[in-house]
C-alpha cells in the first residue's frame, strides 16, 4: 500500500518562502516520478513541478525562478522549495507519485494548505 504524505503548508507573507515536503511509503520510491500540484478555490488542479526518477527536475515556466523541486530517495521524500511567494500562490498543494510499473498508477497525498497573505 502506497502512502503519500505532504508537509509543510502555512500561512506565508507575500515575498516569503516555504518547503514543502512529501514522503513516499510503501514501496520503492527511487523508481517513482514524483510531481507537485496546486488547485486553488475555483480553478482546476495545475502542475507545479516534476522529477523523475533519475533526479531530472522539471518546473513549470511561469514558475521557474521561484519553485525548485527536488529528491532524496533515501528518504523516500520530495521537495518543493518555494521562494518570492505571492497572493496568486494561494492554493492546496498536492504530491502525486507516479508508477509506470504494471501500467501507469498514480498515488496522491490529502494535500497541504498554503496561503500567501499579508
Known amino acids: 500500500q502506497v502512502q503519500v504524505v505532504e508537509s509543510g503548508g502555512g500561512l506565508v507573507q507575500p515575498g516569503g518562502s516555504l518547503r514543502l515536503s512529501c514522503i513516499v511509503s510503501g514501496s520503492i520510491f527511487s523508481t517513482y516520478v514524483a510531481s507537485w500540484y496546486r488547485q486553488a478555490p475555483g480553478k482546476q488542479r495545475e502542475l507545479v513541478a516534476a522529477?523523475?526518477?533519475?533526479?531530472?527536475?522539471s518546473v513549470v515556466n511561469s514558475m521557474k525562478g521561484r519553485f525548485t523541486i527536488s529528491r532524496i530517495n533515501a528518504n523516500n521524500t520530495v521537495y518543493l522549495q518555494m521562494s518570492s511567494l505571492q497572493p496568486a500562490d494561494t492554493a492546496v498543494y498536492y504530491c502525486n507519485a507516479r508508477t509506470f510499473s504494471g501500467g501507469v498508477q498514480n498515488y496522491w497525498g490529502q494535500g497541504t494548505q498554503v496561503t500567501v497573505s499579508s
Open positions: 522529477i523523475g526518477s533519475g533526479g531530472i527536475p
